[in-house]
């Protein structure tokens, strides 16, 4: 019976893509949202990881072009070709950010990419280190 289980995960194309239509970037303009493989989202979540190693977990450094980077990975045209290549992340990040997080917000749903889930990645808590001091002495002074 496993081994039927088995074929029918490996048999299955997983969720179907969602078009979303991005007037901002032009008239007709309809990006297709694909849920990120499991290499993709790997790949997305080991990005995460370095950024925030490389800037010390300072807050939101494994978040920076979250948007952008799952995005890159998630866009498809109407026929299922990749729109953007990983070395279009910083152009993409320039873009107008309405359609960018409408486009993420799908990416989000399909493959579970948000922002909590990468702090969660990272091991850290959204709060800096400080803030739990800092937050303490708000409390008490109100």
């Not at 749903?109 to 800096?128: D, I, N, Q």
Request: hydrophobic share 40%; proline share 6%; aromatic share 4%.
């Amino acid at each position: 019976m496993s081994n039927d289980l088995r074929s029918k995960i490996l048999a299955s194309t997983g969720l179907a893509p969602v078009p979303v239509p991005c007037p901002e970037w032009g008239a007709d303009v309809v990006v297709w949202i694909h849920p990120l493989t499991g290499d993709q989202r790997d790949a997305l979540e080991e990005e995460s990881t370095e950024l925030a190693v490389a800037e010390d977990f300072a807050p939101g450094s494994g978040k920076r072009r979250l948007h952008a980077r799952a995005v890159v990975r998630a866009a498809r045209d109407g026929e299922g070709r990749p729109v953007f290549t990983l070395d279009d992340v910083e152009a993409l990040a320039t873009k107008d950010a309405r359609p960018l997080d409408r486009c993420y917000r799908v990416v989000d749903r399909l493959s579970a990419v948000s922002e909590e889930e990468v702090s969660g990645l990272l091991g850290k808590s959204v709060a800096t280190p400080g803030d739990a001091s800092s937050s303490d002495s708000v409390a008490s002074s109100e």
